[in-house]
T-cell receptor, first 114, second 114 residues
Framework: EAQVTQNPRYLITVTGKKLTVTCSQN?????MSWYRQDPGLGLRQIYY???????DKGDVPEGYKVSRKEKRNFPLILESPSPNQTSLYFC?????????????FGPGTRLTVT | AQKVTQAQTEISVVEKEDVTLDCVYE???????LFWYKQPPSGELVFLIR??????QNEISGRYSWNFQKSTSSFNFTITASQVVDSAVYFC???????????FGTGTSLTVIP
């Protein structure tokens, strides 16, 4: 089954404790991306990657890191989480190219930082 | 600059009523793509439609229809004879062809009352 998976689905952590949210897709998509969803703010793009070793900042990259060492994986790293990073996080992937294809989203990761 | 505005934060309708969700966008690019996604209460993001800026034909899919008007920079979504299962948050999104970043609106929460 074609899908984007994220782990963990739920995470409660404390300020300053480094964490990684994994994202994996099995559709051989070049493009992968991370979003955060907050009430009243919709979905905001954190980082995106157009292919292996190619990443770029979205609208809200502060406090986050990403890496793309393999095509299928795009982990999101919070080196020193803070309470303002409490949010619902989505990973997405799509085929790169023209036309611009729709994104497939993972199930989401609900992160709480206390 | 790119921007997507969904001015309707919350809408409530009674079952079987028609409802239109508004989406207004801003972009300086002449070629771009617009999307609608649905987020039901279960939380996943479901792709509904993609439209490119050169295709102004309206589209109908069952009870769903989309009206794209370049002259007013709008891409509105109408649900005919709404059903309880239509209750969800709906997001409109934009990506210019020359860019790699998606821009989402803040979403419209639709509640269909039985």
């Amino acid at each position: 089954e074609a899908q984007v998976t994220q782990n963990p689905r739920y995470l409660i952590t404390v300020t300053g404790k480094k964490l990684t949210v994994t994202c994996s897709q099995n559709m051989n998509h070049e493009y992968m991306s991370w979003y955060r969803q907050d009430p009243g703010l919709g979905l905001r793009q954190i980082y995106y990657s157009m292919n292996v070793e190619v990443t770029d900042k979205g609208d809200v990259p502060e406090g986050y890191k990403v890496s793309r060492k393999e095509k299928r994986n795009f982990p999101l790293i919070l080196e020193s989480p803070s309470p303002n990073q409490t949010s619902l996080y989505f990973c997405a992937s799509r085929l790169q190219g023209i036309p611009v294809y729709e994104q497939y989203f993972g199930p989401g990761t609900r992160l709480t930082v206390t | 600059a790119q921007k997507v505005t969904q001015a309707q934060t919350e809408i409530s309708v009674v079952e079987k009523e028609d409802v239109t969700l508004d989406c207004v966008y801003e972009t300086r690019d002449t070629t771009y793509y617009l999307f609608w996604y649905k987020q039901p209460p279960s939380g996943e993001l479901v792709f509904l439609i993609r439209r490119n800026s050169f295709d102004e034909q309206n589209e109908i899919s069952g009870r769903y229809s989309w009206n794209f008007q370049k002259s007013t920079s709008s891409f509105n979504f109408t649900i005919t004879a709404s059903q309880v299962v239509d209750s969800a948050v709906y997001f409109c999104a934009l990506i210019p062809l020359t860019g790699n970043q998606f821009y989402f609106g803040t979403g419209t929460s639709l509640t269909v009352i039985p």
